[in-house]
């Protein structure tokens, strides 16, 4: 039985403790909300986030960090990609020599506009043993047990293997891999194509441009990702078109839900405040665009997005930017 904390109570991090404290774990769960802890605690349900699903009764709550993470196997973080920074640096002072830590946080550091592993690496210069949690994952589906196969990538094989025995069980099958690079990018590429598929959808475009959307969406998570040192069989597999198909076709996907508004003609606030969580496409749209430019990449979907959100162009002028550009031959790299 190991001893895990995970950090970050909303829809994912919740999830994700329900999993671990199902498998017999002891697991803690903390978020920033004394207040919103103790009502996890005493109605043993995440109302907010996750409703009608009943939190396990071992599972374990706190908003005192320093507390939370001492005497830990394993820190787990589901935080936001905007709190991951933040979130390490203040946990550090507190975590036992032997800690490892994990996150199943999607996005790029806004600071620093790089992978969350190098923003690990800052925060922890030494060997403390790091891995990432990536999916295609819907968080309710994985709280309801439904069956379910995700990734964990980590240069240290030992830890991505015993991070793989706590997760697994009958009904979640988890592959390891060393692509740590491959594994982050598909994370964060798909919640900025999902926002493209959504808006199409909510122009009343059809399957054909949404296959067209994943389909090219895929080869430029392929271009950025091998400029990177990441790896082509991780972009095509579970992280990489994996979690593209989930977020690019469900509307469970908030990142998809918001493409839907956008698409339909409603402001980004109004769809933003009917979402009610965090979108996280917003962020990486920005933080991708930055990292392609840097890496001299083309990703046309991705800046279109990006222009979409924070150029206020309007998505039939992004759709019609995409089609008038010149004909040539399908590549993917």
Known sequence: MASICVLGAGSWGTAMAILIARNGHRTMLWGRSKTHMEKLAGERCNTRYLPDIRLP????????????????????????????????????????????????????????????????????????????????????????????????????????????EILHNQRLRVYTSDDIIGVQLGGAVKNVLAIATGAADGLGFGANSRAAIVTRGLAELMRLGLALGAKQETLMGLAGLGDIVLTCTDNQSRNRRLGIGLGQGRPLDQVIREIGQEVEGISAAREIHQLAARQHIEMPISEQVYKVLYEKIAPETAVRNLLVREQKKEQIQ
Request: negative net charge; charged residues 20%; contains cysteine.
């Open 57 to 164: 009764d071992n599972l374990e709550y706190g908003s005192d960090l320093p507390q939370s993470v001492r005497n830990r196997d394993i820190v787990l973080v589901a935080v936001p990609s905007h709190g991951f920074r933040a979130t390490l640096m203040q946990c550090e002072p507190f975590l036992d020599p032997g800690t490892r830590i994990a996150w199943a946080t999607k996005g790029l550091d806004p600071e620093s506009g790089g992978l969350l592993h190098e923003t690990a690496c800052q925060i922890f210069p030494g060997h403390r043993p790091i891995a990432v949690v990536s999916g295609p994952t819907f968080a309710k589906e994985v709280a309801r047990n439904l069956p379910t196969a995700m990734t964990i990538a980590s240069q240290d094989s030992g830890f991505a293997s015993d991070l793989s």
